[in-house]
Nanobody, 120 residues
Framework: QVQLMESGGGSVQAGGSLKLTCAAS??????MAWFRQVPGKEREGVAY?????TTYYADSVKGRFTISQDNARLYLQMNNLNPEDTAMYYC??????????????????WGQGTQVTVSS
């Protein structure tokens, strides 16, 4: 079973940048994704990378966030952060050969999360 561990969260001011890293025990899964969650709200898909090359972003982060993968490490470069980006960020994967951020229940491997806090 793939194990995931996120790092790189922290507190920044609006307009700042952070880079999240997810270390995976196995980098050969087809779909790896970043999600985020605010207490009391549903987990939201942020971005995914499929087949280590095809990327997709939620509209809310498009143009500001960049997802990338280097073997067993998944990254999320976050630029021009705003307070609405404040959340716990999770990396996730599954064993299926497709990617869809709306299919949250299909992701069966999750990291423990890393907190991102953006102040105005």
């Amino acid at each position: 079973q793939v194990q995931l561990m996120e790092s790189g969260g922290g507190s920044v001011q609006a307009g700042g940048s952070l880079k999240l890293t997810c270390a995976a025990s196995d980098g050969n899964t087809f779909c790896m994704a970043w999600f985020r969650q605010v207490p009391g709200k549903e987990r939201e898909g942020v971005a995914y990378i499929a087949g280590k090359k095809t990327t997709y972003y939620a509209d809310s982060v498009k143009g500001r966030f960049t997802i990338s993968q280097d073997n067993a490490r998944l990254y999320l470069q976050m630029n021009n952060l705003n307070p609405e980006d404040t959340a716990m960020y999770y990396c996730a994967t599954h064993r299926l050969k497709w990617c869809n951020l709306k299919a949250v229940s299909e992701f069966d491997r999750w990291g423990q999360g890393t907190q991102v806090t953006v102040s105005s």
